[in-house]
C-alpha cells in the first residue's frame, strides 16, 4: 500500500527518528538497506534474485527513499547487538 510519500520530506526525519532512536541509527540502517535495494534491482537484469526486494510498495525510484518509507512502516527495524556476547560465542581462530 502506497503512503504518498513523494519527497524526502516524507516520511518526516522527525517521525523517523522516533521510530530508530537515534540519527547515527537512521543513517547506518537507511545506508544498509538502500544498498541492499540497489543490488536488487542490479540483479533483476542478471535474472538473479539472491536480494531481499523493497517491502513497500513506492512510487519513489531512489534507493534511499524506499528505505526511508520502509522504515516509516516499520517493515524495516534495527536490532541492538550485545559486543561482548558476539566475542563470547565467536570462534578463537588465534589458537588455531
Known sequence: MAHGYDTMMNPSIEGLLDD???????????????REITSYVGQLSRGMGASI????????????????????????VAIEVDPEAEAETAPDYAGA
Open 53 to 76: 526486494p523493497p517491502q513497500v510498495a513506492s512510487t519513489a525510484s531512489k534507493p534511499l527513499s524506499i528505505a526511508f518509507e520502509e522504515i516509516a512502516a516499520d517493515k524495516i
Open 20 to 34: 530508530v532512536g537515534s540519527k547515527f541509527r537512521l543513517v547506518t540502517l537507511s545506508a544498509m538497506r538502500s
